[in-house]
């Protein structure tokens, strides 16, 4: 179809406007609204999980406090509802905008009043199975926070699949936080419960091997992830062994045998919970990281596809409406040059067709009136006469060259009659057609300032996009300088740390070998104590055996003084008998005093012995007081022994952390390089586009110009119509001209024209003399 009306031209012209601007909205929602608004959900899920785990982790402390001590304290309990409904307020203002389009509304409501129903007067077992549901449903919802996040969509990286690593790692932290209390629990109730019965260890197990397969399916074919997570993940699960005892989770599984207090089993689910919290913290950042930079990327690609698209509606645009405005110019151009002519009375000149449209039946009328007029004069006087008379009607109608479309030139029944309704009816096309002109030249200049003017602000944006991008390098790159350093301090510390776990260690052996020293001479005392007792028990049997001579020496005493008696009635005979007697009297005094002497000597042995005894078992208790306090420091090192170990293993991990960071920051920072080329790039591009944009305004601007020296009517009922009014009055059927200067018989007869206003203008003229 060819493009020959001034109105299809102007339609185009607007076309050509208005379908790059919907095109350019259109590729801007389809292509890159879906991806940015994803993550930004992406981003408000982190958010939403990360505040619901600081609800979670308080609900944990108060269900360890009433798992090792039977209750929760009045003083604990306000500080927990106090802390709790702080964390509420964060989630309530992270769910009021985000709450309705993921679809947790109303659970995080219903987990609300279900906190609000909690009492905490209740047997230890209860408050666990309370509590123990609270956290559930809180699970619940990160896992639903999990499926509706978006992630699933995401394909550029590895997000939905770390997500779903990052919800099972929270599933395995309250696993063994919660084993850990249940353990805690039949401790006190039942020192010797079976806790593999009690604690459902398959479960258990099951939830650190998928923690194990999903960050080993996570890090396949990414090396920098596996650098940056793992160590991490190791502490926790043990490197991937699944059922080996390299991590803490691993370890404390291990120590869930029989029941009882142990401090090393507490120690051990201490340290896997806290090396679970850690590895979320790191893959929750990583998680982050990838997605800002995946909407950073998105942003950045819609900033150049519209960009692009103006400078190519730019491009597009300045050739057709050029091609479409110069013939239209000149067309009338050419048509004012030829009424020129005729208005100095040279109906020589015709005028040319550039066109194919309104303009151009004008032209053609002109020439067609041309050449009728030099047909109708046929000698000098006839010509004299008609020239008078076209004179006449040229000055009626000369203001048309200037410009002035409000003349009309008077229709009289003479032969210009006809003339002169013909230029009427041309001027009023070339109103029509010069207001149509003026409306589609200003819509054009228009639209090409609103183009420029989206233009200069996309530059000026994409200018002050490029300083903003070069100063974020600029402090990322003091914040890896300032994370380097960092790095080196914990590497100091680390070094550090593991010196005083070296002299924790020799200080724990010392104290070991002193305690074993002690308990050497406190056997030794205690056995010297035992033969001591025995020397006191031995002296009091010879003190026994000493009453017994001293019994017999008095009754020999006796024997003596008798047998002297009897001697002495005996006489003579019996003074021999008396000798006897007489030295076994002094036999039995000396005795007796001997006997008083070993009774004294034993009794001062015995009182010795005594005091020997208490003084043995006083060095008894302090030296067994003298090893308990040995053994007392000696579990102080060992405590210090562990907690310069866990520190080692802090700094350590903060090492890996910062290490991680540092790489983030470096790949962070090359990356806002390249985008600050390509920024700089694509604002040098949208300047160009803001010149030809500008270049095409003054083409516009020109045409109006070019236009604006014409005058045209007021608008009222007989004035043409608006934009696209091309209709004007129809001429007569045909028109008598009785006599021209003597010349009579002449008739004009002009053929009415078409009803869409003289489509096919010709014109008959018959003179008859």
């Known amino acids: 179809m060819s493009i020959s009306t001034l109105r299809q031209k102007l339609a185009l012209i607007l076309a050509l406007l208005l379908v790059p601007a919907a095109l350019l909205l259109l590729l801007t929602l389809i292509l890159k609204k879906d991806p940015i608004d994803r993550a930004s959900t992406q981003l408000a899920t982190l958010d939403y999980q990360e505040n619901l785990k600081s609800v979670v982790a308080l609900w944990q402390g108060a269900r360890r406090e009433a798992a090792t001590t039977g209750e929760i304290a009045s ?14 307020g964060t989630v309530d203002r992270q769910n009021a905008s985000w709450g309705s389009t993921l679809g947790v509304s109303n659970a995080w409501a219903e987990l609300k009043e279900k906190w609000r129903g909690f009492r905490p ?56 936080a919660r084993a850990r209390d249940r353990a805690a629990i039949a401790t006190r109730i039942n020192p010797q419960a079976d806790l593999a019965v009690l604690v459902d260890l398959g479960s258990l197990r099951g939830s650190l091997a998928r923690v194990t397969d999903d960050f080993s399916s996570l890090v396949q074919g990414n090396p920098s992830l596996a650098a940056d997570l793992g160590p991490s993940f190791a502490v926790f699960t043990g490197g991937g062994r699944r059922g080996g005892t390299l991590g803490k989770a ?76 110069r013939p239209m110019l000149a067309q009338v151009q050419e048509i004012v040059n030829t009424l020129d002519e005729i208005g100095r009375g040279s109906f020589e000149s015709r005028a040319r067709i550039y066109t194919q449209d309104e303009l151009a039946r004008v032209a053609e009328s002109i020439n067609s009136m041309l050449n009728n007029f030099n047909n109708l004069i046929q000698s000098q006087s006839e010509r004299d006469d008609i020239q008078g008379a076209i004179q006449k009607l040229m000055s009626e109608v000369a203001d048309v060259a200037s410009g002035d479309l409000t003349v009309e030139a008077e229709v009289t029944n003479d032969f210009t009659g006809s003339l002169a309704d013909a230029i009427n009816f041309m001027i009023s096309q070339l109103r029509a057609i010069v207001s149509n002109v003026q409306q589609a030249t200003l819509q054009v200049s228009q639209s090409a300032n609103d183009i420029m003017v989206t233009t200069e602000h996309l530059s000026r944006g994409g200018d002050a996009q490029a300083t903003q991008i070069m100063e974020t390098s600029e402090a990322i790159d003091e914040i890896a300088a300032s994370i380097q350093q960092v790095a080196d301090n914990a590497t100091q510390s680390l070094s550090v740390a593991e010196q005083a776990r070296i002299n924790a260690r020799k200080g724990t052996e010392a104290v070991r070998d002193t305690i074993n020293g002690m308990d050497r001479i406190r056997d030794q005392v205690q056995e010297t104590a035992k033969r001591i007792k025995r020397l006191g028990e031995s002296s009091q049997e010879i003190g026994d055996i000493v009453k017994l001579i001293g019994d017999i020496a008095d009754r020999t005493s006796i024997l003596a003084l008798n047998a002297s008696i009897q001697a002495a009635m005996a006489g003579e005979a019996g003074r021999g008998f008396a000798v006897v007697a007489e030295e076994v009297e002094r036999l039995a005094e000396r005795s007796n005093e001997a006997t008083r002497k070993i009774a004294t000597l034993i009794k001062t042995i015995q009182t010795v012995t005594a005091e020997a005894v208490a003084a043995m078992e006083e060095s008894t208790r302090e030296v067994v007081e003298g090893s308990n306090l040995a ?135 018959s003179v008859t003399r």
């Not at 919802?141 to 995401?154: F, K, S, Y």
């Not at 910062?658 to 591009?685: F, H, N, P, Y």
């Open 250 to 325: 691993d370890q404390f599984v291990a120590s869930l045998t029989t029941g009882g207090a142990d401090p090393a089993r507490d120690t051990k689910a201490a340290e896997a919970v806290a090396a679970g919290l850690e590895a979320q913290k790191g893959l929750r950042q990583a998680l982050r990281e990838s997605v800002t930079l995946f909407q950073e990327k998105q942003r950045y690609q819609l900033f150049i596809l519209t960009g692009a698209v103006l400078i190519g509606l730019t491009l597009t645009l300045a050739p057709p409406i050029y091609l479409i405005g």
């Open 75 to 88: 003083g604990s309990w306000k500080e927990l509802q106090t802390a709790v409904e702080a964390a509420f």
């Open 631 to 765: 053994l007392t420091a000696g579990q102080a090192l060992s405590e210090i022994d562990q907690v310069s170990n866990k520190l080692a293993e802090i700094i350590q991990a903060i090492a890996f952390s910062v290490k991680q960071q540092a790489r983030g920051s470096e790949a962070l920072s090359k990356a806002m390089g390249q985008i600050s080329v390509v920024t700089q790039q694509t604002a040098a591009g949208t300047r160009e586009a803001a010149k030809s944009v500008s270049h095409l305004a003054r083409l516009a601007d020109d045409l109006r110009n070019s236009v604006s020296t014409f005058k045209l009517p007021p608008r009222d009922g007989s004035s043409p119509a608006g934009f696209g009014s091309t209709m004007a009055p129809a001429l007569p059927t045909s028109t008598r001209v009785r006599s021209v200067n003597g010349v009579s018989g002449s008739s004009i007869s002009v053929p009415s024209g078409s009803e869409t206003g003289y489509s096919q203008f010709n014109q008959r003229v």
């Open 121 to 176: 007067g209740l047997p230890p077992e209860q408050i666990y199975e309370s509590l123990n549901e609270l956290i559930d449903d809180a699970l619940a919802i990160d896992r639903r926070l999990t499926a509706v996040g978006g992630w699933t969509l995401d394909t550029s990286v590895p997000n939905a699949l770390g997500q779903t690593t990052l919800s099972d790692l929270s599933g395995a932290v309250e696993a063994v």
